[in-house]
């Protein structure tokens, strides 16, 4: 089965950067994705690494090394909007569901405060 | 404005009643998600939908039931049989299931007491 971990919650100041991390037990693997969801809200997607490397979007990268089952979500000069929670998700074939079944991680709570 | 309609927002209902969870897109995607979350939780997939017609069982099918008769509507019953029922239920939808993209609903949150 897959596996997913990341932290479950991180607090860090306005203006500043963020990493959230994380790693993933699957085979067949095809590509991590990051959605954010705010309280009570639906999640909306990121971004989406395929390859190993750096993809960058305005002020959010994302961040991918197969051979180590390791991705990142940088979040930079940091706004009190971006308070919400955070998903990774891998994209892979090994599910019963078929392939490209997304399977999430538990969600990592970012407090951004003053 | 393409998207996704999920209704309604707030659900209540009394235990052992089947209760059934509206979704509908416009966004001409041809595949179609239910997840449910719970507190502190990530996003568990129920069923998915292809194609018209067509619907698949996910990681925690059992006392839920789909249909997916029109290309844009994939209606979610939760049934009595289901133990644990009360959650956030979220309704996705992607160009197909090759996508890595899926667009969501805004949600129904259910209570059954």
Redesign the interface.
């Known amino acids: 089965g897959q596996s ?1 971990e990341q932290p ?1 919650e991180v607090t860090a100041v306005e203006g500043a950067i963020v990493q959230i991390n994380c790693t993933y037990q699957t085979s067949g693997f ?2 991590l ?1 990051w959605y954010q969801q705010h309280d ?6 990121l971004s ?1 690494n ?1 390859l190993d490397g750096l993809e960058e979007t305005g002020r959010f990268s994302s961040f991918l090394s197969r051979s180590d089952s390791y991705g990142y979500l940088l979040l930079q000069e940091l706004q009190m909007k971006d308070s919400a929670s955070y ?1 990774c ?1 891998v ?1 892979d074939s090994d ?13 990592t709570k970012l407090s951004v405060i003053p | 404005d393409g998207g996704i309609t999920q209704s309604p927002k707030y659900l209540f209902r009394k235990e052992g009643q089947n209760v059934t969870l509206s979704c509908e897109q416009n966004l001409n995607h041809d595949a179609m998600y239910w997840y449910r979350q719970d507190p ?6 129920i069923y ?1 939908s292809q194609i018209v017609n067509d619907f ?4 925690i099918a059992e006392g839920y039931s789909v249909s997916r008769e029109k290309k844009e509507s994939f209606p979610l019953t939760v049934t009595s049989a289901q133990k644990n029922p009360t959650a956030f239920y ?1 309704c996705a939808s992607s160009k197909g ?11 129904t ?1 259910l209570t059954v007491t």
Not at chain 1, 40 to 45: D, S
């Open positions: 997913l479950s095809y590509g994705s009570g809200g639906a999640p909306t997607f989406y395929a998903f998700a994209r599910s019963g569901a078929g392939s490209y079944q997304l399977t999430f991680g538990k969600g | 502190g939780q990530g996003l568990r997939l998915y698949q069982k996910g990681d979220l299931m090759d996508s890595y993209e899926q667009y969501f609903g805004p949600g949150r």
